[in-house]
C-alpha cells in the first residue's frame, strides 16, 4: 500500500498550493496514495485550513467532498523558523505524535519549497533533529528530502549543498527534482532511442549534422521578477531543463533504463560539454517589470553552441536557444541529420532528415524524409511520419508533480538529478557566463533580438 507522511517546509508558498496539494489530491482520485498525513511547516502564522483552501482554485474539476474532508482530516500545520534548530526538534516530535495517531509506518518525504539559499541550513536541520534520518535502502522505511530547482546558482554553491547532504544523509535519499525529467515525452526519448533499431545505429556524428533545443515562451516573467532577475534564463532554465534533454539525447547506452545507471549516462555526457559560443537578450520592458531593478542586465533570451567533446559527438553541434515574451510558445528538439549523396539529375542537394522531438505544445515525434513530389519524376517535397502523443492520449493535462510525488515514493531515482551530474551542469552555465557576451534588447513577441541571427549566421545554421 502507498503510504506517506509528507512534510512541506515553507508550506505558505505558491508551490504547495498550486502544485504539491493538487498534485496530492490527484494521487489520491487515482488510488495511487492510500494512506497519508501532510505537515505544512512555515515562518507565517498561519492555519492548515487556510493552505488547503488556497489551493482549492488549482484542483482541476470538481472536487469530491469525500476525498477533500481525507486531506482536511490529514493535515496539520506547524509553524517552524527555518534558522532555528529547536523548531526542527519541535518538529520531530509533532511528526512522530501524528505518525502514531494515524498508525502510519513512517515514510517520509520532505519536501523544501525554500530558496536555496537554506538548503544547506535546512538539511542539516532536518538531519540533527531526526525529521530526516540517515537510512540505508534495506531499512524498513524511507526518509527523503526533495529539492526544488534552483539547487544552487553556481557550481560551487551547487557542491556546497551537495556537501550538507553527503554530510548528513545518503544520495539516494536526496532528490534534486527536474519536472522537465517526468515529462512524457521526455521519458520517452530514451525509450523510442533505445528500443527501436532504426535510431541507435545512426545516433552519432557519422550521421547526425547537428541538434537544437529550444524552449521558447510567450510569457514574461510576470510576477516572478524578483526571483528571475536573481537567475535569468541561463539559470532558470538551461542549466536544469535544457541541459538534461541534452545529456538524455547524447548520453550512451545505460545498462538498464532505470534510475542510477541513466544517471552515470547523463553525467559523462554532461561533463563532456564544452561551451563554443553564447548570447545573451533581454526583452524590451524588462526592467520596468515588478520588483526588477530599473538597471538590471539579467538576460530573458540566450541561445548556446555547444560541443560535447566524446568519440561519439566529436564535430556536432548543439545548439540551445531560450527566451521569455518570444513570438510562440514550444519545447522541441530538432535533430538534423547529414545529407546524402545526391544521385538525382537535379534538385540536388536533398533537404536533410529531421527527427523532430516536441514536447510542448502538440506532444509528437515527427520523423521528416524525401519523398518523389507526384506527377514529377524527380523532384522532392518533404514527408512527415509522425506518432502524434497527444492526439492519441491527450495533451499532458498536469504539471509533472504528480508522477514526480509518485516515482519519489517508489524510490525511482532517474527524475532526480544526481550530485555530479548537477554540478556538471552548472559547470557548463559558469563557463557560459564567464564569456560576458553583449546584452541585446528584443521586442516582446518577436523571435527575440537580432543577434540569435548573427549568432545563426556566423555559425552557418538555421534556427528552425
Ligand atoms: C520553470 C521556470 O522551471 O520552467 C519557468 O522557472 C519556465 O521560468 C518553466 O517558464 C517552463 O516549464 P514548462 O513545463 O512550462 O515548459
Redesign the pocket.
Known sequence: MSECTFIIIGATGDLTRRKLLPAIYRLITHKKLEKFIIVGAALEATTIGQILDSAKEFIEGDIDPVIWQKIVDNSYYQSLNVTVPADFVLLDKVVEGLEKKHGMTGNRLVYLAVSASFFCEVTLQLAASGVVKKLATNEPMWHRIVYE?PFGRDAQSAHEINECIAASLYEHQAYRID??LT?ELVSNIALIRFTNCVFEPLWNNRYIDSVQII?S?T?GVGK?GGY?DAYGALR??VQ??MLELLAIIAMEAPEKLTGDFIRNERVKALQKVRVVDAIAGQYEGYTQEEWVPKDSTTETFAALFLMIDNPRWAGVPFYLKTG?FLDKKE?VIHIKFKQVDCLLTKYCPSESNYLTIR??PDESFILTLNAKKPGTSQELMPMSMQYCHSCIFGAEKF?GYETLIEEIMRGEQSVSVRCDEIEAAWRVIDTAKQKEVPLSSYTPGSSGPEAAELFAKKHGMRWR
Do not use: F, I, M, P
Request: hydrophobic share 30%; proline share 0%; no cysteine.
Open positions: 530547482k519536472h522537465y515529462k524552449l515562451e510569457v516572478r528571475y532558470d532554465v536544469n531543463h521569455k519545447t514536447l510542448a504539471s
